[in-house]
T-cell receptor, first 111, second 113 residues
Framework: QKEVEQNSGPLSVPEGAIASLNCTYS??????FFWYRQYSGKSPELIMF????GDKEDGRFTAQLNKASQYVSLLIRDSQPSDSATYLC???????????FGAGTRLFVKA | DAGVTQSPTHLIKTRGQQVTLRCSPK?????VSWYQQALGQGPQFIFQ???????QRGNFPDRFSGHQFPNYSSELNVNALLLGDSALYLC????????????FGEGSWLTVV
C-alpha cells in the first residue's frame, strides 16, 4: 500500500465547473496535509495546507480533511484553463520530519 | 523575500560520473530537504538536513549524500551516476526541525547519458 494515493487522472472538467481531487493516506498518525500545484516543467508550488478535520477555504480552493477515513480532498470552484496542472497531495507523517507526496492527479480544464 | 534557489538549472552527465547540486533555502528557513522527481511521478524524499546533520533519509542508496553548511545552504552529491538517476531534483526549505510547510526551489534537471 502506497503511503499517499491519488487517482492519476487525467481529470477533465469544463471551464467554470467544480474540480474535485481526492487523496488517501496510510499513516493514521499523520497531522499535516498539503496540496501543491505543479505546471508542466515547473516545480511544485503550495496551494494550501490543512491540519484539522473539516473544511478550509482560500479563494476558489477548499481543502477537506477527514482523519477517521484518512481522506483529503481539494475542490476548485469556477475552474479556469489556467488551473490545468498536476495536483500533488502531501502528508507529513508521524515523527514529523519528512513530507510524503502522492504521484499527483492531472487536471485539464477545457475552455 | 528571497525564495529557495537552486543551481545548476540543467545539466547533462555521463554514466559513472559524479554530480553536485546546490541549494539556498528561503530567507529565514533553516531546514533543507531534497527530493527526486522522475517523469510522471511525485517527488520522492531523499533526505533532510537540520543543524548541519542528516535528520532523516528516504530509500536511496549511499551514492546519494549531502551536506548542510553553517549558513543553512545545502549540497546534494550523487556518485557513480546511473541512467535511472535522470530526474528533476528538488530542494525544499522549511523552518525548524519539524517545520510544517515546505517550499520548493525551481529544481535542477539532471540528464544522465
Amino acid at each position: 500500500q502506497k503511503e499517499v494515493e491519488q487517482n492519476s487522472g487525467p481529470l477533465s472538467v469544463p471551464e467554470g465547473a467544480i474540480a474535485s481531487l481526492n487523496c488517501t493516506y496510510s499513516d493514521r498518525g499523520s497531522q499535516s496535509f498539503f496540496w501543491y500545484r505543479q505546471y508542466s516543467g515547473k516545480s511544485p508550488e503550495l496551494i494550501m495546507f490543512i491540519y484539522s478535520n473539516g473544511d478550509k477555504e482560500d479563494g476558489r480552493f477548499t481543502a477537506q480533511l477527514n482523519k477517521a477515513s484518512q481522506y483529503v480532498s481539494l475542490l476548485i470552484r469556477d475552474s479556469q484553463p489556467s488551473d490545468s496542472a498536476t495536483y500533488l497531495c502531501a502528508v507529513k507523517g508521524t515523527g514529523g520530519f519528512k513530507t510524503i507526496f502522492g504521484a499527483g492527479t492531472r487536471l485539464f480544464v477545457k475552455a | 523575500d528571497a525564495g529557495v534557489t537552486q543551481s545548476p538549472t540543467h545539466l547533462i552527465k555521463t554514466r559513472g560520473q559524479q554530480v553536485t547540486l546546490r541549494c539556498s533555502p528561503k530567507s529565514g528557513h533553516d531546514t533543507v530537504s531534497w527530493y527526486q522527481q522522475a517523469l510522471g511521478q511525485g517527488p520522492q524524499f531523499i533526505f533532510q538536513y537540520y543543524e548541519e546533520e542528516e535528520r532523516q533519509r528516504g530509500n536511496f542508496p549511499d551514492r546519494f549524500s549531502g551536506h548542510q553548511f553553517p549558513n543553512y545552504s545545502s549540497e546534494l552529491n550523487v556518485n557513480a551516476l546511473l541512467l535511472g538517476d535522470s530526474a528533476l531534483y528538488l530542494c525544499a526549505s522549511s523552518l525548524g526541525q519539524i517545520g510544517n510547510t515546505i517550499y520548493f526551489g525551481e529544481g535542477s534537471w539532471l540528464t544522465v547519458v
